[in-house]
C-alpha cells in the first residue's frame, strides 16, 4: 500500500525470518497448537534447506527469548568451545582457516534446536523438524537471491579437489550452476533429518551422524574429534542489559561480543538525537562515531569478566566515550578483530537471523551461522550436511592479546537482541552481517526508538558498514551532500548500492504490551519475509 510492504500483524503469532519458505514453516507450527520454540526450531532447519549458503544443523548460534511462563528474558548459547586439538601455533594468518577441513569447527545449532525444543516447546522435536523434512525430499525452487549466492561461492569451492565433487552433487546436482526456478532437492539432508526426527540430537553428538562428520574430517586433514560433539552442551544463561530511551535491551553475555552493541547505545543515550535531522550529518556522524569508538573497547577488551564488563558500561567510562564523540577529532581504529581483516571491505561473514512471537506470550530472537558462504564448503557425503568454518572467527595472530586456545571459548559476534519495557516484552530484532551485526543494530533501534519509525521502515532505513580505519560504505539512498561532509568530519565515507547485504538482512517482531498485537518486519535486503497466523 502507497508504495511500501504491508504491515503484518497478528494477535495469535508472527514468524520474521530471511527466507518465505521458512517463515511459512515457522507459521506451520504456530497453527498446529505449537509455541514459539517450535516455531524456531521448524524455521530454523527451513533455513537449512532454502538457505544453506547461511545456516544449518553444523553451524552455531544464538538465541535471546522471553519465556512467558517464567515472566524473564533468557539466553540460550549454543557456540561450542573450540576443537581441543586444534593447533593454533601452525597459523599465522587469519585467512589460512577460510575454508577446508582446518576450518570447521565443532557443530551447535542441533544442540540449540533440541535444547529450544525440550526446554519450553510444546511439540517433540520430530514434529518441528518435519517442515524442512518436506523442503529437503520434495525440493523448492530456487530464486533470484538463492543463485546469486550459489554462483557466487561455487567456482572456488569446485576448485578445490577436496570440496568440490560433493558440493556440486549436493547443491547443484552435477550441473555447473544454479538457476532461476530450478527446483533444488536435497534428498540425502532430508534423510539426515529424517533420522534425527526419530534418534534426537544424540545422533550426532556421539551417534552415527557425528561418526560420519569426524571420519570424513579426518580423511581430509582436519582435528575433529569425538569427543568434542560428545561435550557439546548448550548453556542457559543470563542477559546482559542496558537501558536505551526507556527500554531495557538484552543480549548474550560474552564470549558473545554483543556488549559493543550495548555500549554504543550507551554512548548514544547521551545525545538528542530525535531533535535532530534524520540521516542528516549530524546525526550519522555521531552514530558512526558511538560505532567506531565502541568496537574498539570490544577489541581491546574480548570476553571481558563481569566486573571488567561493568566497568565498562558504567558511566564514568561512557561519558569518556561520549566526550570523545562530542570532540570532534577523527576517529579511526578497527572494527572487526585484533588483527587485520581481509583488504578491500571484503566480508565473509554469512549468517542468518529470524524473530518470533506467540499468542501466549513469548518472544524469541535466534541468530545462527555457518560462518562464510557454505561454511567450510565440506559436505559430509551421504548426508548433506555442510560443515561450518567458525575456527576462521579464532584469533590465530601470535602477537594478539586475544589468541586463541585449543578448547576455549570462541567470542562471537552475534547479537540476537531482545527489548523490554516496564518488565514486558517489546522488541525482537537481530541481523546477520559479521562485525557489522554490532554496528547495524544499533542504526536500526535509532530509527525506530529515537525517530520513531515504524518497525519495517526503521529496518528499511539506509544503513552503513564501518571497516578498519576510517572507512566507511554507506547506503547509496543518503543524500550526497550529506556523504561529502562525513568526510569533511574525518569519516572516509562513499557511497554504495542504494540496497546491499553488506549492512545486514534483518527481521523483527515487534509487541504492543497494550493490545498483545504482534507485528512483522523483515528485510528486503535478503529474501525477508514475515507470516502472520
Same mark, same amino acid.
Given at each position: 500500500m502507497h508504495g511500501r510492504r504491508p504491515t503484518i500483524s497478528s494477535t495469535k503469532g508472527v514468524v520474521a525470518a530471511a527466507h518465505p519458505l521458512a517463515a511459512q514453516a515457522g507459521a506451520r507450527l504456530l497453527g498446529s497448537g505449537g509455541n514459539a520454540f517450535d516455531a524456531a526450531v521448524a524455521t530454523a532447519a527451513a533455513l537449512n534447506v532454502v538457505e544453506p549458503y547461511m545456516s544449518g544443523l553444523a553451524g552455531a548460534g544464538l538465541a535471546t527469548c522471553w519465556v512467558a511462563a517464567e515472566r524473564r528474558v533468557k539466553v540460550l548459547d549454543f557456540v561450542p568451545r573450540v576443537p581441543k586439538h586444534f593447533p593454533v601455533e601452525r597459523f599465522r594468518l587469519r585467512e589460512d582457516l577460510a575454508r577446508g577441513p582446518l576450518s570447521a569447527g565443532v557443530p551447535g545449532n542441533l544442540s540449540g534446536w533440541a535444547e529450544l525444543s525440550r526446554a519450553h516447546g510444546k511439540k517433540s522435536l520430530g514434529d518441528a523438524l518435519q517442515p524442512a523434512i518436506g523442503l529437503a525430499r520434495d525440493g523448492f525452487p530456487l530464486v533470484e537471491f538463492n543463485v546469486e549466492e550459489t554462483n557466487e561461492h561455487a567456482p572456488a569451492l569446485q576448485s578445490h579437489a577436496a570440496l568440490g565433487g560433493e558440493f556440486t552433487r549436493n547443491y547443484l546436482r552435477g550441473g555447473n550452476k544454479a538457476e532461476a526456478g530450478r527446483v533444488l532437492a536435497q534428498p540425502e539432508l532430508a534423510g539426515t533429518f529424517e533420522r534425527l526426527a526419530a534418534a534426537g540430537p544424540q545422533l550426532l553428538y556421539g551417534g552415527e551422524l557425528g561418526n560420519a562428520i569426524v571420519t570424513h574430517l579426518k580423511s581430509l586433514g582436519g582435528y575433529m574429534a569425538m569427543s568434542d560433539l560428545e561435550q557439546v552442551a548448550p548453556k542457559w544463561k543470563d542477559p546482559i542489559s542496558v537501558m536505551y530511551r526507556g527500554r531495557v535491551v538484552h543480549v548474550p553475555p560474552p564470549a558473545c561480543e554483543g556488549f559493543q552493541f550495548?555500549?554504543?547505545?550507551?554512548i548514544l543515550e547521551g545525545f538528542d538525537l530525535a531533535a535532530l535531522e534524520r540521516n542528516g550529518v549530524e546525526h550519522l556522524d555521531i552514530v558512526y562515531r558511538a560505532v567506531r569508538l565502541a568496537a574498539g573497547v570490544r577489541i581491546n577488551n574480548n570476553n571481558p569478566s563481569a566486573q571488567k564488563l561493568a566497568q $565498562?558500561?558504567?558511566?564514568?567510562h561512557v561519558e569518556t566515550l561520549r /566526550? =570523545?564523540?562530542? &570532540? *570532534?577529532r577523527p576517529i579511526t581504529g578497527p572494527t572487526e578483530q585484533w588483527m587485520e581483516?581481509?583488504?578491500?571491505?571484503?566480508?565473509?561473514?554469512?549468517?542468518?537471523?529470524?524473530?518470533?512471537?506467540?499468542?501466549?506470550?513469548?518472544?524469541?530472537?535466534?541468530t545462527q551461522?555457518?560462518?562464510?558462504?557454505?561454511?567450510?564448503?565440506?559436505?559430509?557425503?551421504?548426508t548433506g550436511v555442510t560443515l561450518?568454518?567458525?575456527?576462521?572467527?579464532?584469533e590465530v595472530n601470535p602477537k594478539s592479546p586475544n589468541r586463541t586456545a585449543p578448547g576455549a571459548e570462541l567470542p562471537i559476534c552475534m547479537s540476537p537482541t531482545l527489548a523490554t519495557c516496564d518488565g514486558v516484552p517489546v522488541l525482537a530484532l537481530g541481523t546477520p552481517g559479521s562485525y557489522g551485526i554490532l554496528q547495524t543494530q544499533a542504526q536500526a533501534y535509532v530509527q525506530h526508538v529515537d525517530?520513531? $519509525?515504524?518497525?519495517?521502515?526503521?529496518?528499511?532505513?539506509?544503513? /552503513? =558498514?564501518?571497516? &578498519? *580505519?576510517?572507512?566507511?560504505?554507506?547506503?547509496g539512498r543518503v543524500a550526497p551532500a550529506v556523504v561529502a561532509a562525513l568526510k569533511q568530519r574525518g569519516h572516509d565515507a562513499q557511497s554504495f548500492n542504494d540496497w546491499t547485504m553488506k549492512v545486514g538482512g534483518m527481521q523483527a517482531v515487534a509487541v504492543d504490551?497494550?493490545?498483545?498485537?504482534?507485528?512483522?518486519?523483515?528485510?528486503?535486503r535478503r529474501d525477508g519475509y514475515a507470516v502472520a497466523v
Open positions: 550495548l555500549l554504543t547505545l550507551r $565498562l558500561l558504567d558511566e564514568e /566526550a =570523545r564523540v562530542r &570532540d *570532534g581483516p581481509p583488504a578491500g571491505g571484503k566480508d565473509p561473514g554469512h549468517t542468518t537471523s529470524f524473530s518470533i512471537g506467540d499468542a501466549e506470550g513469548n518472544l524469541i530472537c535466534v551461522s555457518l560462518g562464510s558462504p557454505f561454511g567450510s564448503g565440506v559436505v559430509v557425503p551421504g561450518n568454518n567458525f575456527l576462521y572467527w579464532t525517530f520513531g $519509525l515504524p518497525l519495517q521502515d526503521a529496518i528499511e532505513a539506509p544503513r /552503513a =558498514r564501518l571497516w &578498519d *580505519g576510517a572507512f566507511v560504505q554507506v547506503e504490551p497494550a493490545t498483545g498485537v504482534m507485528t512483522g518486519a523483515a528485510d528486503p
